[in-house]
């Protein structure tokens, strides 16, 4: 029987993106709305952009399904993009705001 996929695996994998003008991954910048798991290791994400006309969008929503998808078990990603509720900088994590040179 294959081995579930847990959430805390499924950030650690996200940990690895990045939006590539600003130097904090996506967990860390607070683009990461939902991670859920069904029964089947099916993963679906909903992430948002630091700003909705942001040009790499596709990239990093791309970058997020393959990092997602490398990790064993896993059998399909979805990741969705949102825009409700807006992203705001507060949304940082603490590690992200010490990256950054907010703290």
């Not at 910048?29 to 969008?57: H, S």
């Not at 990093?60 to 078990?73: H, N, P």
Request: aromatic share 8%.
């Amino acid at each position: 029987m294959a081995q579930t996929v847990s959430q805390e695996e499924i950030y650690d994998a996200l940990k690895t993106v990045y939006d590539p003008e600003i130097p904090v991954n996506v967990v860390d910048l607070g683009l990461i709305y939902e991670v859920q798991v069904a029964e089947n290791n099916d993963v679906f994400v909903q992430m948002t952009l630091t700003f909705p006309g942001c040009g790499m969008g596709p990239y990093i929503a791309q970058q997020a399904e393959w990092r997602i998808a490398e990790l064993e078990s896993v059998e399909d990603v979805n990741v969705e993009m949102v825009y409700d509720p807006p992203w705001t900088p507060e949304m940082i994590s603490e590690d992200g705001k010490k990256q950054l040179g907010l703290d």
